[in-house]
């Protein structure tokens, strides 16, 4: 894999789909974005890591119960420089770790967490692996949101534990920054999912057309939940994948060649085509 930069603290850094069926998912993603994958883990733990042109995107693993119902999901991982230390200040704050502090053998170490809220979220401390070496493209991350009914319990816990400092954006979503850098949001619910969790991270990926995009996942056994429909960061759409996970396609504009940067910044700025990276 091409080497990306390092992730600043707090930044949304890789997203990991938990699915019941694997080879399902490896085909819906692979037909909707074009991914191509690399395998990795031991045989009965499954896991694929997503690539565009060769640079890694997003992750594939066999599905874990984390909610007591073992939904099929997409998880954010926010980056940390320690993550032992950092699961201990989401203990002091209010949040649950779910699965201790584990090591990807000469790639990272990893947490799985739940906020206050009931929302489940990650920790990654790359090492050789710093997280995804693209975004902000079709087919890749280009945003991060916690959703939950309680916005405000959210910025509450997510400051205490990542110093995130926060900006207006409407009546119920902030966009946190990290370095001065917009990077993610927290707001309500907007209850699309009626069968979703309370509260969870919400995982946008770019699309060149929004619309052809959600064409074609229907094709692909999908189905919409809201959308497409303009919004003053690009047009969107919120989609459940054909296994039942639940994600947001957002407008960016088409892919560059591959050049993941010196720090990649998984997250559209409010001007979707400006790439800054922190």
Known sequence: MP???RYHEGVPC???LAAPDVERARRFYGRLFG???VPTGPAGDEYLVATVRGVQVAGIRSRREVDGQG?????TYLAVDDADRTAGLVQEAGGLVVFEPFDVPDQARGVLAVDPLGAVFGLWQGSLNPGAGLVNEPGTVAWNDQLSPAPDTARDFYGRVFGYEYDAAAADHTVFRVGGQPVGGIGGDPGIDPDGPPAFWAVYFGAADTDRTVERAVRLGGSVLD????????RLAVVRDDGGAVFTLISVPPGEPADPGPDPNPGPNPDPTDRTTI
């Open 227 to 234: 959308g497409p429909e303009p919004t003053p960061y690009g």
């Open 35 to 37: 991914w191509e994958y």
């Open 14 to 16: 890789w997203a990991e």
């Open 71 to 75: 939904r099929p999901a997409w998880t």
């Open 3 to 5: 080497k990306a930069g």
